[in-house]
Every structure is written in C-alpha cells, then in structure tokens.
Nanobody, 124 residues
Framework: QVQLVDSGGGLVQAGGSLRLSCAAP????????MGWFRRAPGKQRVFVAA????????VYTDSVKWRFTISRDNAKNTGYLQMNSLKPEDTAVYYC?????????????????WGQGTQVTVSS
C-alpha cells in the first residue's frame, strides 16, 4: 500500500502560478512512476502529466504543455506539479497518483495509488 498526500492547491487569478506537491512518506518512491490527474466540476477525472521513476521522462496532455512542469525529488519522496499561466479552465480538483513500474516509463493510465486531491480554483 502506498499513501500519497497531495497539497498546494488554492485560489489564484488567471495568469498566476501554483505548485502542487505529492508526498509518499515511508515509501521507496523511486520504484514508482508518478502522475497528476484532475477532475473539473461535472466532468470525469483526466490525465494531466506523468514522470518516470528517474524523473528523466515526462509526458503532458496537450492543454498544459509549456505551462505545467512535472518533477520529482526521490530523496524527499515527493513529486511536484508547477503550474504557470493558469487559466480558468484549469479549475479542478487535482490528484497525484503512483504506479509501480519495471522500466523508466511515464504512463498515462492504470495508476494504483491516489492522493486525496487538492482544489485549484482559477478566477478570471
């Protein structure tokens, strides 16, 4: 079992920035790929970004490319999502997720472990 604690959400004006964190206390975080997903009001949860075990491979959904950056610090068992140039359509509950992987890959699906979610609200 992997416990994930995500944090860092809040209310920000359009064009602003936030950094989300995902902590995995007491785990060998480097064995897991990490992803971020979001669920907007009235919509399904969708993929946002993922990073491989080493941090060397990242992938993003098109709508956040060049604005969001996913990263990780395995020494701290923590992952991050830096969100810049935020737009009202980025408003959602954001969830971090972890998936055990054999290779250094950054999957978009089939995550096993989830954080509780953190609310991001972008005002226009």
């Amino acid at each position: 079992q992997v416990q994930l604690v995500d944090s860092g959400g809040g209310l920000v004006q359009a064009g602003g920035s936030l950094r989300l964190s995902c902590a995995a206390p007491g785990r060998t975080f480097s064995n897991f790929a990490m992803g971020w997903f979001r669920r907007a009001p009235g919509k399904q949860r969708v993929f946002v970004a993922a990073v491989s075990r080493s941090g060397g491979i990242t992938v993003y959904t098109d709508s956040v490319k060049w604005r969001f950056t996913i990263s990780r610090d395995n020494a701290k068992n923590t992952g991050y999502l830096q969100m810049n140039s935020l737009k009202p359509e980025d408003t959602a509950v954001y969830y971090c997720a972890a998936k055990f992987t054999i290779g250094d890959i950054s999957p978009r699906w089939d995550y096993n472990y989830w954080g509780q979610g953190t609310q991001v609200t972008v005002s226009s």
